[in-house]
């Protein structure tokens, strides 16, 4: 680094007549040198710095081009994913009222099938509540004729003597012998 710094050093104490070199001293430089300098600098870095300052104009421009190109595209998405937001909205709503209106149909044929079944079960009991009446009804009607039969019996053969058994026997065949002729 010190080589560096000396090999300035030097620069700084070469002799001006006769040769060029830098003056680093900034208060003996000529201000006729740094006007020209700077007249060069500005005469060319003018075109330079207008090119620069176009070019950075230009780019720019374009990328807010681009941008609103693309702010545009965005707004168009989002335009179309609001449109298919509302229309699955419309579909949901759709299913929802489709499926509350089939879960009450369904729900009132549940009912109505449970309410002819549970009429059927109630028919089936009643009849066969009838049939077991009428079935023990005619049970006991048997049971009764019987009894009254064995009764009956028992009357006659304890009091019908031969006698009385051989006139009720000729009385009987009288009157089919009368029903006998009137069929005739």
């Known amino acids: 680094m010190k080589n560096v710094t ?3 050093v030097f620069l700084g104490h070469w002799p001006s007549a006769g040769s060029f070199g830098f003056n680093t001293d900034i208060f003996a430089t000529n201000p006729i040198n740094l006007s020209v300098v700077l007249g060069v600098l500005i005469f060319f870095g003018k075109g330079v710095l207008s090119d620069l300052l176009d070019n950075r104009k230009q780019r720019i421009f374009n990328t807010i081009r681009n941008s609103e190109e693309l ?4 707004i168009e998405q989002l ?7 509302r229309k699955a ?9 489709n499926g509350y209106s089939e879960i009450e149909r369904e729900k009132f044929n549940l009912i109505n099938s449970t309410y002819k ?7 089936y009991k009643n009849e066969t509540i009838h049939f077991e009446q009428q079935r023990t009804i005619n049970q006991v009607r048997q049971r009764v004729f019987q009894q009254a039969l064995q009764g009956a019996l028992g009357t006659l053969n304890s ?4 006698e009385l058994h051989l006139r009720t026997i000729n009385a009987n065949l009288g009157m089919f012998g009368a029903i006998k002729e009137i069929t005739d």
Request: glycine share 2%; charged share 40%; with cysteine.
């Open 71 to 74: 702010r545009e595209g965005a």
């Open 79 to 85: 335009k179309k994913a609001r449109a298919r937001l």
């Open 89 to 97: 909205e419309i579909e949901a709503d759709l299913f929802r009222t």
């Open 159 to 162: 009091c019908l003597t031969n």
């Open 6 to 8: 000396d090999s300035f």
């Open 117 to 123: 079944t549970l009429e059927q079960l109630e028919n």
